[in-house]
């Protein structure tokens, strides 16, 4: 009794185990709210599983499947359940990034429901066509002319061999260029590195660059208003000796004249003033002489206070020692 009640409990465990993974796997596989469609590509253009489905760029399910299906591939696809495409729905594969990711593009159009849920060859396109390359080229290369294809290849290899020592010493050139450049890369690291740590500190001190600029266009703006104020007052300048210029021309008649008179009045009184200047000097002279000879008398400073002292000449001559 016990080795048939071991073996009922070790095949309901392994029953029990084969249902759940039964379960996982269907819960896996279904996609619940979402509905299921068919694509027919004439290549998969790098499309993959997992990628990407949009409908005005808005990501609205993912492919679930590609297989060769004859001379096209089937490409199978879900959408959410409320996305409803109509009979003249079109699909396009389109590249994402520029590393190389797809998305598939479908635009609902159309009345009435998917035939078949599947989007026929003729309503889908892709991003390139290997076959339409090979067809577009063959006409441009049937017009291409043999003779002088083959003329032109001949003159390239005869100058090359002409020029056999320049194109050697360039390419020579070329590696030693190379060869330095990696002899270096220690001295090329290093001026990497200072120049991200000089960029790095034009970050940090933005804010200080941004104020030194502004505070730089604040002096542009004075250095401006004073450079227009020079340039006016220049300006006037320049009209008032124009002006000045032509009341000269003007009353240069009547100027003349009275220049020379003026000269003339001046050398008069420049005379006048040396006659004056050794009057004085001679009364002076005749004063230290009286001065001398009156001594301390009583009768001339009694008689006559108000004689002519013996320093006439200092009062003639400021500055003088009395």
Request: charged share 20%.
């Amino acid at each position: 009794m016990k080795v048939v009640t071991n073996r009922r409990a070790g095949l309901l465990g392994l029953v029990g185990l084969l249902a759940l993974g039964l379960v996982v796997l269907v819960l896996s596989v279904a996609s619940f709210g979402k509905s299921t469609y068919t694509a027919q590509l004439e290549h998969t253009a790098g499309l993959r599983v997992g990628e990407e489905v949009q409908i005005a760029g808005v990501g609205v399910g993912e492919v679930t499947g590609v297989r060769l299906a004859g001379r096209h591939v089937d490409v199978r696809f879900t959408l959410d359940s409320d996305v409803r495409l109509g009979r003249s729905t079109t699909v396009a594969v389109k590249v994402a990034t520029l590393l190389g990711t797809h998305f598939l593009d479908v635009a609902p159009k159309g009345v009435g429901e998917l035939p078949d849920a599947t989007v026929v060859l003729s309503r889908t396109s892709v991003p390139y066509n290997l076959q339409d390359v090979i067809d577009g080229t063959s006409g441009a290369l049937d017009e291409l002319d043999e003779k002088k294809l083959a003329s032109s290849m001949d003159v390239v290899a005869d100058v090359l061999g002409q020029s056999s020592d320049e194109t050697r010493a360039a390419v020579k050139g070329v590696a030693q260029l190379s060869r330095v450049a990696a002899q270096r890369s220690d001295q090329l690291a290093a001026l990497l590195r200072a120049t991200h740590d000089v960029t790095g500190g034009l970050v940090k001190n933005r804010d200080r660059i941004i104020d030194l600029l502004g505070s730089s266009t604040l002096v542009l703006a004075e250095l401006t208003q004073r450079r227009d104020a020079i340039e006016a007052m220049l300006t006037d300048s320049r009209r008032l000796a124009v002006q000045v210029s032509g009341i000269l021309r003007d009353t240069a008649t009547d100027i003349d004249p009275l220049m020379k008179n003026l000269t003339t009045a001046l050398d008069s009184l420049e005379k006048s003033k040396t006659d004056v200047t050794s009057a004085l000097d001679g009364l002076s002279t005749m004063s230290r002489y009286v001065a001398n000879a009156s001594g301390n008398g009583p009768w001339l400073d009694l008689f006559v206070p108000v004689a002519i002292n013996d320093n006439v000449t200092c009062t003639v001559k400021p500055g003088c020692a009395r």
